[in-house]
């Protein structure tokens, strides 16, 4: 039986496709730095799997790892649950991390749920914040009942302490040099793992620019109503040369893709500019642009939330507005 104070450590699931880490995984290893800061210094770990992916490394060193344990293997080489699952408990098991952070994709939601069940802890999803508390527990801040209050799990008696993390939470942090080693670590597949296959890849095609990397972003919600209206925002957006994004009633309605959702299960955004168009200002939402520069919200309710967290408000129809603005800029 091993003790609490057995397990040390810090390790972070490098998700990556097709040998390109996503943008995440960096921001992880910057969050996986803070703590181990608060921790005395406990070693950053990036955990890496895939085929013919050891030359990545180098950055995931570069950007906040002291060490990666790298799982190169064809059987690896697309992301499948039972494989990577097998692997990443293993390694647990055998080298006691005291934290295991994942990234609040689906990959990482998958891989989460399956690997806390196999290693016997606990698991906090869709974290927007993390710490250490006194006592040296991983403090996992999430929104709960419908994001009406933000509930900080604790997870006092089990190790790992296993929490996914929304992309956008964190930064990439700065890189650094000369820092610590790759390190392969043995694969052991079982026969029942290769149940799984991956049949096809479909690639979804990426906005010119995304929300997450915007300088401004114009936001539509259910207020606007209609998807013929819906263009009004989206000729806002090309004015203003900001990407467009929205709240969940447009994504139901199918004005929006999954990726331009900004909120508690959308994206996490740090525009300079952010302006809300017809959106009440709900907390799920309001998370997701609690670091934005200047907020701007139209809305014709004068008590609509969205004005509280708003620098500049203007009561209206957006109907009436957005075409006034939209002429107005076409003219600079
Ligand atoms: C677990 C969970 C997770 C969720 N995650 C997210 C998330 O990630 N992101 C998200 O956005 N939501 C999320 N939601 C949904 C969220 O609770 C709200 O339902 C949603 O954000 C409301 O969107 P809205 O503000 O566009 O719509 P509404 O709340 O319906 O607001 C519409 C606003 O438009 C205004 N309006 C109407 N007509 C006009 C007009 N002509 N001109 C100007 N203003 C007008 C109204 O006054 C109103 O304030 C989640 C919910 C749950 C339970």
Redesign the pocket.
């Known amino acids: 039986m091993k003790d609490l104070g057995d397990w040390k450590g810090i390790w972070v699931f490098v998700e990556q496709e097709e040998g390109c880490p996503a943008e995440v995984s960096f921001e992880l290893l910057a969050a996986a730095r803070q703590l181990s800061l608060k921790r005395g210094g406990v070693e950053v770990v990036a955990l890496l799997l895939g085929n013919g992916v050891r030359g990545l490394g180098q950055d995931l060193l570069r950007y906040g790892a002291d060490r990666v344990l790298c799982a190169d293997d064809p059987s690896l080489e697309k992301y499948l649950t039972l494989p990577y699952t097998r692997v990443i408990s293993r390694l647990i098991l055998e080298n006691n991390p005291e934290i295991f952070l994942l990234p609040a994709t689906s990959v990482g939601a998958d891989l989460a749920a399956r690997v806390a069940i196999r290693v016997n802890t606990g698991l906090s999803a869709h974290c927007t914040s993390l710490d250490i508390n006194p006592g040296g527990d991983l403090l996992q801040v999430v ?1 709960a009942f ?2 009406k209050v933000m509930a900080t799990i604790l997870c006092p008696k089990h190790r790992p302490q296993m929490a996914t993390i929304r992309p956008g939470v964190y930064r990439r942090g700065e890189p650094q040099e000369g820092r610590g080693k790759v390190e392969e670590v043995p694969v052991h597949i079982q026969p029942e793992d290769l149940r799984q296959k991956a049949v096809e890849t479909h690639w979804e095609k990426k906005p010119a620019q995304t929300i997450e990397d915007a300088e401004v972003v114009v936001a ?6 209609n998807g013929e209206d819906w263009k009004w925002v989206e000729k806002l957006a090309e004015k203003l040369q900001a990407a467009v994004g ?5 994504l139901d309605e199918g004005w929006i893709s999954e990726e331009q ?6 994206k996490t955004i740090r525009p300079k500019l952010y302006i809300g ?6 907390i ?2 309001l998370v ?1 642009i609690q670091d934005a520069g200047t907020i701007i919200a ?4 004068p008590k ?1 939330g ?1 004005f509280q967290s708003a620098d500049l408000g203007a009561v ?4 009436k507005i957005l075409p006034l603005l939209v002429e107005e800029l076409g003219r600079k």
Do not use: E, K, L, Y
């Open positions: 929104p419908g994001g539509g919600g259910a207020g606007i109503g929205g709240t969940r009633p447009p959702m900004i909120g508690q299960s959308g168009v017809g959106i009440s200002g709900v799920q939402h997701g139209i809305n014709q309710d609509a969205i209206a129809d957006f109907r």
